[in-house]
Every structure is written in structure tokens, then in C-alpha cells.
């Protein structure tokens, strides 16, 4: 019997290279091993050095390309030297950009502080913005090899969600930027540009506070987690289709679909839904 052909026998993201950011642990780490499986060379942009190199050197030890550069994403300094080590070790070209980094800062909106507003908003509008900006030179080319930027954004920011105001208006805010994306670079350059809008994944933001917390740029510590979270799944799946709550690799397929040459025809739109996806 003849051995089945392989529609993609170097994997669907051969000889491509990808940022990925907020990739040292949870959906952006499993997305990055997922791509590295599919043949690209991942770029781990993580505000956590020790995490991102670990991550890094996990996804090398299981045959893949992974280079780890950390560094504040609302920096602009760190933003440059983000697009610029990934350039060098994309071989000069960069193919996939995923705006996955953030996290949210929540209250109701009487209570929200403008440093939290504008911490949010910062880091999931304006860094994707920028870092999109410093990419462009690597997208507007004419080379016919497929370009893709994948910004993730969650059902709040489609539906609403109470005390969230900052973090539902960046994550709407992110669809009107693909969008443009798509209609500025999509007619000449073929870059595609896509959402996808998360609903409920269990990972270290959606259960319960366990002890853990992010570093914030200016050093504070920035508890996550929140009662009632995802583990405590049976409080949350009534409205899920498949009656479970996602997971970081759920998550992760999700993106490398969007990405991948099956969605070759697929720009300007938004996945997801309260069905977890």
C-alpha cells in the first residue's frame, strides 16, 4: 500500500518566521510550540526573561527554531530591538506576528484608577499598534511568500463584560486595527490580517489567585486570578457549546489555524465566540 501524501510534508509554517508576544508561558507558549512543530522559527517576546528562555530552550529541545528576547512591550526602545533580533534570525524576513501579551486590571468603572486605564489600553492597543508600525517594512514586501498578523482580543470586547470597561474597549479596539491592517496591506502585499476573540480558556489569568502574579513595567506586582475563576469549571459551561471550559493547546490550535495556509483566503475577521472559541 502506497504510504498517504502529506499535504504539507515540511509542516504548514516551513521556512517561516514568527513573533509571538507574551509567549514565555500559557496560550502564547503553547502557540509557539505548535508553530515550531509546523516548521517556524518562533520568536518568544516575553517581559519575563527567565521564563522566555525557558520556554525557548523547551521548544529547541523538542527540534524546533526558538529564540527568546525579553523585554517591556510598551517600550518603544524594546520594540525595536524585538523586530530587529527577529529579523536577523528570521534570515532577514518575518512572516507571522501574533499580538498575544496582556493581561487585565479589573474594577467597576467608578473605581478604575487612570493608571489602570491607561496601563491596559497601553499594552493592548498601543503596543500592537507599534509593534505592527516597526514590522512593516518586513510585510510590505513583494517576495510572494505569505505574511500574517493575528491579534488576540476575547468575547469582552465583542459582548461587554461588567468591570471590565479597559480591558472590553482595548479588546474591541484590536478588531478596528486588523481590520485596517487588512485593507491597508492586504491589496498589494498580501498580508493577512485576523481576531481571535477568546472566550472562556483556563490559564493562570482565569483561575482562581493562587499566589501568582505579573511584574508590571514600573516594578509593581500585579496579582491575577480572580474568585470563582475557570476551575471551578461547572459555574461556567451552562452557555458552552461543548460544556468545557478551553484549554491553552484549544487556544493555540485556534491561532495556527488562522495562520496556516488552510485560512490562505481569510482576512479582516473575527473567531471566536461564548462557545469558547
Same mark, same amino acid.
Given at each position: 500500500? !502506497?504510504?498517504?501524501?502529506?499535504?504539507?510534508?515540511?509542516?504548514?509554517?516551513?521556512?517561516?518566521?514568527?513573533? @509571538?508576544?507574551? !509567549?514565555?508561558?500559557?496560550?502564547?507558549?503553547?502557540?509557539?510550540?505548535?508553530?515550531?512543530?509546523?516548521?517556524?522559527?518562533?520568536?518568544?517576546?516575553?517581559?519575563?526573561?527567565?521564563?522566555?528562555?525557558?520556554?525557548?530552550?523547551?521548544?529547541?529541545?523538542?527540534?524546533?527554531?526558538?529564540?527568546?528576547?525579553?523585554?517591556?512591550?510598551?517600550?518603544?526602545?524594546?520594540?525595536?530591538?524585538?523586530? +530587529?533580533?527577529?529579523?536577523?534570525?528570521?534570515?532577514?524576513?518575518? &512572516?507571522?506576528?501574533?499580538?498575544?501579551?496582556?493581561?487585565?486590571?479589573?474594577?467597576?468603572? =467608578?473605581? @478604575?484608577?487612570?493608571?489602570?486605564?491607561?496601563?491596559? @489600553?497601553?499594552? &493592548? #492597543?498601543?503596543?500592537?499598534?507599534?509593534?505592527?508600525?516597526?514590522?512593516?517594512?518586513?510585510?510590505?514586501?513583494?517576495?510572494?511568500?505569505?505574511?500574517?498578523?493575528? #491579534?488576540?482580543?476575547?468575547?469582552?470586547?465583542?459582548?461587554?463584560?461588567?468591570?471590565?470597561?479597559?480591558?472590553?474597549?482595548?479588546? !474591541?479596539?484590536?478588531?478596528?486595527?486588523?481590520?485596517?491592517?487588512? +485593507?491597508?496591506?492586504?491589496?498589494?502585499?498580501?498580508?493577512?490580517?485576523?481576531?481571535?476573540?477568546?472566550?472562556?480558556?483556563?490559564?493562570?489569568?482565569? +483561575?482562581?489567585?493562587?499566589?501568582?502574579?505579573?511584574?508590571?513595567?514600573?516594578? =509593581?506586582? &500585579?496579582?491575577?486570578?480572580? &474568585?470563582?475563576?475557570?476551575?471551578?469549571?461547572?459555574?461556567?459551561?451552562?452557555?458552552?457549546?461543548?460544556?468545557?471550559?478551553?484549554?491553552?493547546?484549544?487556544?493555540?490550535? !485556534?491561532?495556527?489555524?488562522?495562520?496556516?495556509?488552510?485560512?490562505s483566503y481569510m482576512t479582516g475577521q473575527v473567531s471566536g465566540g461564548r462557545g469558547g472559541m
Amino acid at each position: 500500500m !502506497a504510504a498517504p501524501k502529506l499535504n504539507f510534508p515540511g509542516g504548514m509554517l516551513a521556512g517561516q518566521t514568527a513573533i @509571538i508576544t507574551g !509567549a514565555a508561558q500559557g496560550i502564547g507558549a503553547e502557540t509557539a510550540l505548535l508553530f515550531s512543530r509546523e516548521g517556524c522559527r518562533v520568536v518568544i517576546a516575553d517581559i519575563d526573561a527567565t521564563k522566555a528562555e525557558a520556554t525557548a530552550q523547551s521548544i529547541i529541545a523538542d527540534g524546533g527554531a526558538a529564540l527568546a528576547v525579553a523585554g517591556d512591550i510598551t517600550s518603544n526602545e524594546c520594540i525595536e530591538e524585538l523586530v +530587529q533580533k527577529a529579523a536577523t534570525f528570521g534570515g532577514g524576513k518575518l &512572516h507571522i506576528l501574533v499580538n498575544n501579551a496582556g493581561y487585565a486590571w479589573d474594577d467597576p468603572i =467608578e473605581q @478604575i484608577k487612570d493608571k489602570q486605564w491607561d496601563t491596559i @489600553i497601553s499594552l &493592548h #492597543n498601543t503596543a500592537p499598534f507599534k509593534l505592527i508600525r516597526a514590522a512593516a517594512p518586513y510585510f510590505m514586501v513583494k517576495d510572494g511568500e505569505p505574511r500574517c498578523i493575528v #491579534n488576540i482580543s476575547s468575547t469582552s470586547g465583542i459582548y461587554g463584560n461588567a468591570g471590565q470597561a479597559s480591558y472590553a474597549l482595548a479588546k !474591541a479596539g484590536l478588531v478596528g486595527l486588523t481590520k485596517t491592517v487588512a +485593507q491597508e496591506w492586504g491589496p498589494e502585499y498580501g498580508v493577512r490580517a485576523n481576531t481571535v476573540a477568546f472566550g472562556a480558556i483556563k490559564t493562570r489569568l482565569t +483561575q482562581k489567585p493562587t499566589g501568582d502574579f505579573i511584574v508590571r513595567p514600573d516594578g =509593581e506586582k &500585579h496579582a491575577v486570578g480572580f &474568585h470563582g475563576g475557570y476551575d471551578e469549571e461547572e459555574k461556567w459551561v451552562g452557555d458552552i457549546p461543548l460544556r468545557r471550559i478551553g484549554t491553552p493547546t484549544d487556544a493555540a490550535r !485556534a491561532v495556527l489555524g488562522v495562520v496556516s495556509p488552510l485560512f490562505s483566503y481569510m482576512t479582516g475577521q473575527v473567531s471566536g465566540g461564548r462557545g469558547g472559541m
